[in-house]
């Protein structure tokens, strides 16, 4: 972790970004009207970077995720903004092409494991076909691989396993193929949605340090979009807070989770649960976030903010850095000091 | 599931044997269904006054044995109905599947002409492809299965569209997968047991649209022994010779009902929720 915060506060040279993301807007189509989930969303990826993005539900988490890796239905989204994977606009890649970057380039393991692998075939065609696909691997090639992945992600007996049915593993073990599978193909980056938040809590902590495992062996880029801080700060390099479809504060998890700056990380960080703190009441953040299809003027986080001006009902405050030594960036016209000076 | 599993079983039973009956028929049958004996014209079945059971059924107005025409008729009967009912699956799946996945054009243009044809009477193109091609068992197989794509096209529309959206297939999309495959290993299969039931109903009614056809005289021309053919000749002897009709007609009724029986208990062993 502090390697890479060390290469946060040096800078990263153009050619460490694995991916960059600039003004990435994705807005819905509803028979209602428009509905902008995600507004314009800047940041870059460097390799063997784990960034995790957090923000309540709606916020345009996983609609940024499912963007970049083209699984939005195209006749109700519109995506805009630029995408480059190793340099590489994605974003206007043809479905075609698109298919030689999924899987290979870039996997996606989900929040939903009951559900997402094919109840109809087998543990071992499901996570031998992506290999066969994108590595051109024959039969025995794939076997093998598909044991070694299986023992990887720490399931036992991954012969008997393949042979077997999605419905025969547990919510855990299903995550687990789900990663082997996301896993298979080497890919530069692995987008993680919400992988645990519909698994048991102690499995949850398995499984982030499966992934905490992997990600330090192959040294891949990881987004895990998650609403749990606990995994952020376990897990993760960098953070993104992401509200309303902007970001609203960035930087390394150190920084951002000691001393959140914009006010809206603070409530989140505020309604976690301290075992400390018996008897008293939890801290919440009043209000909901906003439906997408209703307009907000100005900072759409003010009606629900504690520090609101006239100024934040007007306008929308830029995400800028406010540090020099560091990359860290909040969009807020009245940020909190930095932890230090509190 | 009792009821279903009796409905099955109840089906299973009658629809085999008639299958049976239908494919042994040169053994079952007691007389040759074009064998023409005028002297013997127009005997009653046997237990009517004059009937006897070397005719059990009767005879028609050329002194064929009815039971056994309906014997040989039942082969024809039953081969188009599965012929067509297979053609119109593969037809309106492969368009259905296509229009719920890939959708935009493709599926407007799939979408659109189903409802265009569903908008125009199947008679009206079976005389017409009749009176273009002539009348013969193939060409009723392939009118019939082109009037009957479209159930199969919306039904499978609809639920390509929701499995699209599963995780599992989103998923599938996710590591790589293309189009085709996706369709072929993720959906297909899915579909298989909607498809299985609503393939059975629709013998059922291919069988009672091919009886249909024929009796207007587009299906498979005399004196072919059709069930469809013998309900025709039989029309002129109604208030003679009821029983030609008759026979015919209760042939019909009791193959498309234990169909229907059975496609039912089908449906109802395969969903989910009973």
């Known amino acids: ?342 | 599931m009792t009821a279903a599993k009796a409905k099955i079983v109840i089906g299973c039973t009658i629809i085999l044997a008639i299958v049976l009956t239908a494919i042994f028929a040169p053994l079952v049958a007691p007389h040759d269904p074009y064998q023409q004996q005028v002297i013997l014209r127009l005997k009653p079945p046997f237990w009517m006054t004059g009937g006897s059971l070397r005719f059990p059924l009767g005879t028609d107005s050329y002194g064929r044995d009815i039971l056994s025409r309906l014997i040989f008729g039942s082969r024809l009967s039953i081969l188009v109905g599965v012929a067509s009912v297979v053609l119109s699956m593969l037809i309106g799946t492969t368009a259905g599947v296509l229009a719920g996945y890939v959708g935009g054009k493709t599926e407007e243009v799939i979408m659109r002409t189903v409802d265009a044809q569903t908008a125009f009477p199947d008679v009206l193109l079976a005389i017409l492809f009749v009176a273009a091609l002539g009348g013969s068992f193939l060409n009723l197989i392939v009118v019939l299965g082109i009037s009957g794509w479209m159930v199969y096209a919306r039904i499978m529309f609809g639920l390509t569209r929701s499995l699209r959206e599963r995780p599992f297939v989103e998923a599938a999309v996710s590591f790589g997968g293309r189009s085709g495959y996706i369709m072929l290993r993720h959906i297909l299969p899915q579909l298989v047991p909607v498809l299985t039931v609503v393939a059975t109903l629709q013998v059922g009614q291919m069988i009672l649209q091919e009886a249909a056809l024929s009796f207007l005289g587009l299906g498979v021309p005399p004196p072919a022994a059709t069930w469809g053919n013998i309900l025709a000749e039989g029309r002129d002897r109604l208030f003679l010779a009821p029983w030609i009709a008759n026979s015919a007609g209760i042939a019909i009724v009791v193959l498309v009902l234990t169909i229907n029986i059975f496609g039912n208990g089908l449906r109802e062993w395969l969903d989910p929720k009973s």
């Open chain 1, 1 to 342: 972790m502090t390697s890479a915060r060390a290469n946060i506060a040096e800078g990263q040279p153009a050619d460490d970004r694995l991916l960059s993301v600039r003004d990435l807007k994705v807005t819905f189509l509803s028979r209602h009207g428009t509905a902008p989930a995600v507004k314009g969303v800047d940041f870059d990826l460097a390799r063997g970077t784990v960034l995790a993005v957090v923000g309540e539900s709606g916020c345009g988490k996983s609609a940024t995720a499912m963007s970049l890796m083209h699984l939005l239905p195209r006749r109700s989204a519109r995506i805009e903004g630029r995408m480059l994977l190793r340099g590489r606009d994605i974003g206007a890649l043809p479905e075609r092409e698109m298919n030689d970057v999924r899987g290979k380039q870039m996997a996606m393991i989900f929040q939903e494991p009951m559900t997402s692998l094919n109840p109809l075939l087998t543990i071992g065609y499901q996570l031998r076909e992506p290999m066969r696909y994108h590595l051109g691997l024959g039969r025995e090639a794939t076997q093998r691989r598909a044991i070694e992945l299986l023992e990887m992600v720490g399931i036992p007996a991954a012969e008997q396993i393949m042979r077997g049915y999605p419905h025969q593993l547990s919510g855990g073990m299903r995550q687990r193929v789900m990663i082997a599978i996301a896993l298979s193909c080497d890919p530069d980056l692995l987008i993680a949605d919400e992988p645990t938040t519909a698994l048991d809590v102690t499995i949850q902590s398995q499984i982030i340090e499966l992934l905490r495992q992997i990600q330090r062996r192959t040294g891949m880029s990881v987004i895990i979009i998650t609403h749990d801080l606990g995994v952020v700060s376990e897990f993760a390099d960098e953070v993104i807070v992401m509200y309303a479809g902007r970001i609203v504060e960035s930087g390394s998890v150190d920084e951002v989770l000691e001393g959140p700056r914009h006010p809206y990380t603070r409530g989140l960080l505020a309604s976690i649960p301290d075992i400390d703190d018996e008897g008293e009441r939890l801290q919440t953040i009043p209000g909901n976030v906003p439906n997408p299809l209703s307009r907000i003027s100005g900072c759409s986080f003010h009606p629900r903010c504690v520090r609101k001006t006239e100024q934040c009902e007007q306008a929308v405050p830029d995400l800028t850095a406010i540090d020099a030594t560091s990359l860290r960036q909040v969009a807020c016209f009245h940020p909190y000091l930095p932890a230090r000076e509190l």
